[in-house]
């Protein structure tokens, strides 16, 4: 294959470079066209476009395929951890045993938040999100640690302890939503057991903590760990490009990830699937709403920008519903109802023809039910996952020597220049 490729525009031809990934992919790099040829490209929603090289996360939408640093997002979740899943992103290799056990030690370490921080959740409106909530505290934690330089051994420290106090942050905002004591994190408890622990333990009922529950978390967050350059990764990565403190960049992911198109579509499935219940089960009218292009209503847990087959992440969410539910002799209606809105989907023209599937979020809400997350901490749930595939990504373009600051460009359509009119003239 050539190294270039040739534009033609008029009489003049210009020469483009190849870039190919090592899993083949193939890029044009037109950093140099509007300078040479007057031109930008335009491509709205970026589906076509590549931000950046990265050696952290790849995935291939036609193959279903998804892997960290080179390893099968189906092996870690059959062997490994969150945390050490953590570690393997944000440091590009599996940790040796005594690096997991100093990563342990520093999370447990950074894991207590400032008591002075509790006053800013108590003043939250009782009606807010806990995903504003979460962003506006993961900003405010510049104000509380100040950012240190960014030498390798300080920057581990601003990165451990984000990771270490997400956890807390999240458990605390739920505590705090339902009027109830804060739980504080235990040195004796490994990374999901010290989350469930502080969202569940109550001062009248010990929280018991399951086996199968622990496992069902650490896979939901492997699974959550990164994906490449998603809506918001990019806003991650676009955000910190100004150079912003990390804390400001992460705090822009978790607004991103708010949205019911991303990350807040979890949610979005449940409500979807409860009013699938409340209307007796019509499944059909929802197949019908999605497929009307004059409904904005979409079958929500179906379908990915990336992903033109089925999801890996959604194969591994439902086969562990179908593990998670009968070890905890739970019976959710709403799993039943999911199964057979799939297979509705699946047989359905439309959904054939578009290459829609389920994605990680039809199946991951019930597994969240099931742990007894409440609906509208579901997507705090996936950005305290997604937070070492955003670290990892900030942490890439922080050390990428031809970093620049992200500022696309646009083709303006608007009007010509047009004289100002004094507001009697109007
Ligand atoms: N239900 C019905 N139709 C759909 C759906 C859906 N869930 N998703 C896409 N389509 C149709 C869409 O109407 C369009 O049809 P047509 O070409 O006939 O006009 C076509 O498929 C392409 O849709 P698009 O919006 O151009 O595709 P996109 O790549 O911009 O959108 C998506 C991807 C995930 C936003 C979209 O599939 C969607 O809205 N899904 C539901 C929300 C959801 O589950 N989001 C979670 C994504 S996975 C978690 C994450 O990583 O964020």
Redesign the pocket.
Known sequence: MTDTVTLTYGDHTYELPVIIGTEGEKAIDISRLRADTGFITLDT?Y?NTGSCTSNITFMDGERGILRYRGIPVEQLAENSTFKETAYLLIHGRLPTQQELTEFSIMLNDHSLVHEDMKNFYQHFPSASHPMGILSAMVNALRSFYPALNNTAEELNMTVTRLLAKIRTMAAMSYKISRGHTTVYPRPDLAYCENFLNMMFDTPVKPYEIKKEVVRALEVFWILHAD?EQ??STSAVRMVGSARVNLYAAISSGIAA?WG????G?NQ??VEMLKAIQADGGNYRRAIER??D?SDPF????????VYKTY?PRAKIMKKMCDQLLPALKIEDPLLEIARELEEIARKDT??ID?N?YP????YSGIVLRAIGIPTNMFTVMFAIGRLPGWIAQWKESLEDPRWKVSRPRQIYLGPLTTDYTPIQER
């Open positions: 929603g589906g994906h998603n809506c990830l019911p198109l991303h990350g579509a979005a499935v999605a497929k292009r979409r079958l929500m847990g179906f379908g990915h920008r999801d439309y959904f578009h829609l994605n990680i979020d039809f």
